[in-house]
């Protein structure tokens, strides 16, 4: 279950903070507050990035969990130039900061390819790019893991690479990475407010139009560090949820090749 | 290319002074041995005296370095296509069963023939439930591997093994990693298997169950053959003073 007991924890000093800790600042809570109709459409106008926010970051996982994987395939296989390439694949994206890697994208495809993508579609892209390398390196590490004797099992069967990696390793291999997985995701979320950057209307952008007109930036930023807050917390949950899910559906029990005597025969 | 003799008396299994070598460790030394179709050769010996090496050898689990292995004429080379009709030939039984986690007992069982000898889910069914009816362990189709008892899930590995029609099982010592109660129920399916005419050839450590069933010994030690003999000879008079002194160790209890 949702765990109240941590938001709380998490909550608190937060509003200990908002509460006056400040001393002679003056809070003008008014500017988002829902009593007022000026503050109501305020609050709509900073909600409002919250599609953008969800949108990017779903897509930009999504995409990056695909190239990963692929990545990952190739940084383990018996071919040489796919292994080289798989490596320096993950060297290079990992070595360019992400906000780097949207700047690029959104200020150098258009010169560089003649293409001009949107703040979305750059964005996207960019935040793809740089996860695929850590997504790769989780799946290689999560394949990894699998005892030798698995493929060892199948090698003796026949079976062949592509369904070994199919029916054998991969499904074994994906309910393992699936918690650092959700990490990638929860972290995603987060690092779309970089995209704020280049003018995509999500959360951070939406605050950041909001004080120019307002002048209330830490009342403003409070409410975005708690639109972010309740989003993530929102987010972690559902990974939960789906972690369960996916176990359960696979019967998955321990792991262990040599789970011996786990039942006593019937 | 590999090489497809017909002769009359063609070996199941033929290795030709084969080595293989882990780094600067010697584990196989000029392997020369045969087995007959229908032949169940047990092979023992101390540990690291490269017994399991040299099984994994046979369906190239290890790679030799030097010598040849032929499997009913096929030699065992780099080339794909030789080494897909080898395995399909070679079933092979772990020590740690290796059964896959994330499938039921039938699964387990249907895949293999499915993908690699493309029979229909059906046959494939029909084919599973007759062997698991063999092992005796029909009853546990739906459930997942570690629903099971170490003895129940070997005897599920010998099923899929066997689901492949192979003409030689290959067993790295079967038992080894088994409670000693649950040693019998597997034992006797091996012992079954051997009178039903599967050629064999089992790594172990049980030499009440090799002087069963087996109709040949091979005593490795050092990464040798010391001794090759038929069954009731090695047990009387082993010739090699390393296997009398093997013998008398592992027999004085």
């Known amino acids: 279950m949702f765990s109240w007991f941590r938001s709380l924890a998490l909550l608190l000093p937060l509003s200990l903070l908002l509460s006056g800790c400040g001393g002679t600042y003056t809070w003008g809570w008014y500017v988002i507050s829902p009593n007022l109709e000026k503050g109501r459409e305020n609050l709509l106008f900073l909600v409002s990035g919250l599609g953008h926010t969800v949108a990017v970051a779903l897509c930009a996982i999504t995409l990056s969990v695909v190239v990963g994987l692929l990545v990952s395939l190739a940084v383990l296989s018996p071919n040489r130039f796919l292994r080289g390439f798989g490596r320096a694949y993950v060297e290079v994206l990992r070595s360019v900061p992400m906000l780097v890697m949207v700047l690029w994208v959104y200020y150098g495809l258009p010169i560089v390819f003649n293409l001009s993508p949107s703040a979305f579609t750059a964005g996207v892209l960019a935040l793809a790019l740089c996860d695929s390398a850590f997504q790769a390196e989780i799946f290689r590490a999560g394949i990894q893991s699998i005892d030798r004797g698995q493929h060892e099992a199948a090698d003796a069967l026949g079976l062949n690479y592509l369904d070994k990696f199919r029916y054998i390793i991969m499904p074994q291999a994906i309910l393992r990475v699936l918690p650092p997985l959700g990490n990638q995701f929860v972290y995603m979320l987060k690092t779309s407010s970089l995209l704020s950057v280049i003018g995509l209307t999500e959360l951070t952008r939406r605050a950041n139009e909001l004080i120019t007109t307002e002048y209330r930036p830490l009342e403003v930023y409070s409410f975005l560090v708690l639109e972010y807050l309740a989003l993530i917390l929102l987010a972690s949950w559902l990974v939960r949820r789906l972690e369960r899910r996916m176990s359960a559906r696979d019967g998955a029990r321990p792991y262990s090749a040599d789970a011996v005597g786990a039942a006593k025969p019937a | ?253």
């Not at chain 2, 690291?48 to 010598?67: F, Y």
């Not at chain 2, 046959?123 to 546990?140: F, S, T």
């Open chain 2, 1 to 253: 290319m590999s090489t497809h003799t017909y002769e009359p008396h063609q070996p199941m299994v033929e290795l030709r002074n084969v080595n293989k070598q882990f780094g600067a460790f010697h584990a196989l030394k000029d392997i020369c041995f045969q087995v007959e179709r229908g032949e169940k050769v047990i092979v023992c010996g101390p540990s690291g005296s490269g017994k399991s090496t040299m099984i994994r050898c046979i369906n190239r689990l290890e790679k030799h370095d030097g010598g040849q292995i032929l499997v009913e004429g096929i030699e065992l080379n780099d080339e794909v296509r030789s080494l897909a009709a080898v395995r399909q030939e070679v079933g092979m039984v772990f020590q740690q069963f290796n059964l896959f986690p994330h499938m039921t007992v039938l699964e387990n069982l249907m895949l293999a023939p499915m993908r690699v000898r493309k029979t229909s889910k059906q046959e494939a069914r029909d084919v599973a439930m007759q062997y698991l009816r063999r092992v005796r362990i029909a009853e546990k189709a739906d459930r997942y591997p570690a629903q099971l008892s170490g003895g129940q899930q070997q005897r599920v590995a010998i099923a899929r093994a066997l689901c492949m029609k192979p003409k030689t099982l290959l067993f790295d010592e079967p038992t080894s990693a088994l409670d000693p109660e649950m040693i019998s129920e597997v034992l006797d399916v091996i012992a079954e298997l051997a009178r039903d005419g599967m050629t064999m050839i089992c790594v172990t450590h049980e030499m009440g169950f090799a002087r069963q069933v087996a109709d040949k010994m091979v005593f490795m030690d050092h990464g040798e053959i010391v001794e090759v003999a038929p069954t009731a000879e090695f047990f009387a008079a082993p010739s090699t003073e390393r296997a009398k002194l093997f013998l008398s160790q592992i027999l004085s209890h």
